[in-house]
T-cell receptor, first 116, second 119 residues
Framework: DAKTTQPPSMDCAEGRAANLPCNHS???????VYWYRQIHSQGPQYIIH???NNETNEMASLIITEDRKSSTLILPHATLRDTAVYYC?????????????????FGAGTRLAVHP | GAVVSQHPSRVICKSGTSVKIECRSL??????MFWYRQFPKQSLMLMAT?????????EQGVEKDKFLINHASLTLSTLTVTSAHPEDSSFYIC???????????????FGPGTRLTVL
């Protein structure tokens, strides 16, 4: 799976949009971009994923560049509860029960601090 | 939907004893479960992958005789840390993927984690 690069930490004011970048310049055509977050001492929480089109759900938006070498996770109105470590992961996504290709390998992530 | 639970949430044991951690998928059938370990201020490290009814596949550097994984049913996987030592103290997290109506095959859902402290 392709490697990802994220800034180690970011700050955001409450109520403002938080834009978290991720570089994945070696991504291949069948690899998806996944975002998870981990609030302190809890298990990771799925946020969103995409292949090449921009995606939006109730939690966030995912913007993927046309060349797919980078992406940005957008939390439109950050709250204090969004303070967490955010992980950008690239992996192959296969519609099968085989576990081998579906491992999530976590990098260091971005520690987002939302302040009042 | 897609809830994964772990038990216990916290355990303290003496060095040399064995500890079992359970991971359950509450509202879906987990065809594949994953076990991770996380040390303080570090990222999650994948330990092993298990498919229901077959032997677990361990990541490089993870001792399979020390970390016994059983995935005997579609809703339960267990991780047993045998002969635990203080260096095994860590946050152990399981995740599961599987099928239920409306759920993608390719999302993984994580349990809340189990904090193990070995004295």
């Amino acid at each position: 799976d392709a490697k990802t690069t994220q800034p180690p930490s970011m700050d955001c004011a409450e109520g403002r949009a938080a834009n978290l970048p991720c570089n994945h310049s070696t991504i291949s055509g069948n690899e998806y971009v996944y975002w998870y977050r981990q609030i302190h001492s809890q298990g990771p929480q799925y946020i969103i994923h995409g292949l090449k089109n921009n995606e939006t759900n109730e939690m966030a938006s995912l913007i993927i560049t046309e060349d797919r070498k980078s992406s940005t996770l957008i939390l439109p109105h950050a709250t204090l509860r969004d303070t967490a470590v955010y992980y950008c992961i690239v992996r192959v996504s296969l519609l099968s029960f085989s576990g081998g290709y579906n491992k999530l390998i976590f990098g260091a992530g971005t520690r987002l601090a939302v302040h009042p | 939907g897609a809830v994964v639970s772990q038990h216990p949430s916290r355990v303290i044991c003496k060095s040399g004893t064995s500890v079992k951690i359970e991971c359950r998928s509450l509202d879906f059938q987990a065809t594949t479960m994953f076990w991770y370990r996380q040390f303080p201020k570090q990222s999650l490290m994948l330990m092993a992958t298990s498919n229901e009814g077959s032997k677990a596949t361990y990541e490089q550097g993870v001792e399979k005789d020390k970390f016994l994984i059983n995935h005997a049913s579609l809703t339960l996987s267990t991780l047993t840390v045998t002969s635990a030592h203080p260096e095994d103290s860590s946050f152990y997290i399981c995740s599961a993927r599987g099928v239920t109506s409306g759920m993608s095959y390719n999302e993984q859902f994580f349990g809340p984690g189990t904090r193990l402290t070995v004295l």
